[in-house]
């Protein structure tokens, strides 16, 4: 089975940066980052097509996330930048070997890791 292990959550202040780390063990056509805040639903962050190399992003954080890969050393990526309190969440990865990965709805996902938590505050 496909294990992922999340890291590089913490606290911050709003405009405050991040950088997530999540390691795995096999990887899938798509690869993707989820969060889910205290009284929410998980939603999709930003996915990775690991074979073309093509991402996307939910609205909320284009221009602010970047999430990148490293086919080498099997790690996925998540560069948060200008954060704000609304970005408060347990952050986890997770992937999909079908072909609908790039939707980023937790449905699609087959694997997941266990969360690293990031706080904003303001």
């Known amino acids: 089975q496909v294990q992922l292990t999340e890291s590089g959550g913490g606290s911050v202040q709003a405009g405050g940066s991040l950088r997530l780390s999540c390691v795995y063990t096999?990887?899938?056509?798509?690869m993707g980052w989820f969060r889910q805040a205290p009284g929410k639903e998980r939603e999709g962050v930003a996915g990775f097509n690991t074979e073309r190399g093509t991402t996307f992003y939910a609205d909320s954080v284009k221009g602010r996330f970047t999430i990148s890969h490293d086919n080498a050393m099997n790690t996925l990526y998540l560069q948060m930048n200008s954060l704000k309190p609304e970005d408060t969440a347990m952050y986890s990865c997770?992937?999909?070997?079908?072909?609908?990965?790039?939707?980023?709805?937790?449905?699609?996902?087959?694997?997941w890791g266990q969360g690293t938590q990031v706080t904003v505050s303001s």
């Open positions: 096999t990887r899938r056509l798509y």
């Open positions: 997770a992937a999909d070997r079908g072909l609908l990965g790039w939707k980023l709805l937790p449905g699609t996902y087959d694997f």
